[in-house]
C-alpha cells in the first residue's frame, strides 16, 4: 500500500501518524484496475482559498502491475476551515516529481473534517486497458482513446482493414471513410462487380465502388442477349430462347 502525507500546504514525504492530529486529517484511499497510471494527484482546498497538492509517481507504487490502492493523508491546518474539498486526477505521464501530460480523469468529493480525528475518504479510478494493448479506454469520464477495450487489435495506430466493416484504428471512420484507404481493394457487398476500390464519390466522400461484372450468354443460338448476374449469387443467368426455337 502507498502512503503519502501532506499538511496544508507543506508536503510531508514521511510515513503519516496513525492517531487523529489536533486539527483533525482526511485519509484518502486511491484504488484502480487494469490501468496503472503514470502519476496520481491529490489536492485539498477550502473556502478561504488554502490549498495543497501533492503527487504520486508510479515509480512509487508497490505493484505497478496489479490492483493497488494508493493512501494519502491530508492534515489540517488550524487556519483552514474544516469544509474541504478533495480532488483526485489521474495522468499518463509524469515529469520532475510531479504530474504531466493527459489528465485522464478527475475526481472531487465534499468532507468535513472532525475534531481531533481522521475521516476515510475512497476514490476508484475509471481508467482501464483490459486488452493490455497500453491503449487506455475513451468514456464520457475518461480521456482515454480506445474504442474497443475487449480486442488488443483495435486502437490507434492500427492500420485500417479497408475491406471491413469496423473502425480499427479507433478514427471514427470505417473501412473507405477512412482517409488511408484511399485506392485500396475493399467490399461494396455487391458479387455482381469487380476490383472494388475505395474511389473518391459525391460530396467529397470515398466510397467502395466496383466495376460492374458483365454477363455475356454461351451463344445466341440457344440463349438471347439479355443475360444478367444475379446479385444474391453473383453467378449470370442467361435467359433462353423461345420454346420453337431451334437449338
Not at 45 to 63: E, I, L, M, P, R
Not at 112 to 128: M, R, T, Y
Not at 134 to 144: E, R, W
Amino acid at each position: 500500500m502507498n502512503r503519502l502525507c501532506f499538511f496544508g500546504l507543506l508536503l510531508i514525504l514521511s510515513a503519516c501518524r496513525e492517531y487523529g492530529p489536533d486539527e483533525g486529517a482526511v485519509q484518502v484511499s486511491i484504488t484502480y484496475g487494469s490501468y496503472t497510471p503514470a502519476c496520481v494527484r491529490v489536492s485539498a482546498s477550502d473556502s478561504n482559498g488554502n490549498s495543497a497538492v501533492t503527487y504520486t509517481q508510479q515509480s512509487t507504487f508497490k505493484n505497478p502491475d496489479g490492483p493497488q490502492i494508493i493512501t494519502v493523508t491530508v492534515f489540517r491546518k488550524a487556519e483552514w476551515t474544516r469544509d474541504l474539498l478533495i480532488e483526485v486526477a489521474s495522468y499518463k505521464s509524469s515529469r520532475d516529481k510531479s504530474c504531466s501530460g493527459t489528465e485522464l480523469e478527475r475526481h472531487t468529493l465534499p468532507v468535513k473534517v472532525p475534531k481531533q480525528g481522521i475521516k476515510e475518504l475512497h476514490f476508484d479510478l475509471l481508467a482501464q486497458d483490459d486488452d493490455g494493448d497500453k491503449h487506455i479506454l475513451k468514456t464520457n469520464k475518461v480521456a482515454g482513446t480506445d474504442c474497443d477495450d475487449k480486442d488488443a487489435n483495435v486502437h490507434p495506430g492500427q492500420p485500417e482493414i479497408c475491406a471491413g466493416t469496423r473502425d480499427m484504428d479507433c478514427d471514427d471512420a470505417v473501412a473507405c471513410a477512412d482517409s488511408e484507404c484511399l485506392n485500396n481493394a475493399c467490399d461494396d457487398k455487391n458479387p455482381c462487380t469487380l476490383e472494388d476500390r475505395c474511389r473518391p464519390g459525391t460530396s467529397s466522400t470515398v466510397e467502395c465502388v466496383g466495376t460492374l461484372k458483365t454477363c455475356q450468354p454461351p451463344n445466341l443460338v440457344c440463349y438471347t442477349n439479355e443475360s444478367v448476374c444475379n446479385p444474391a449469387t453473383g453467378e449470370c443467368v442467361h435467359t433462353q430462347q423461345l420454346p420453337d426455337k431451334t437449338c
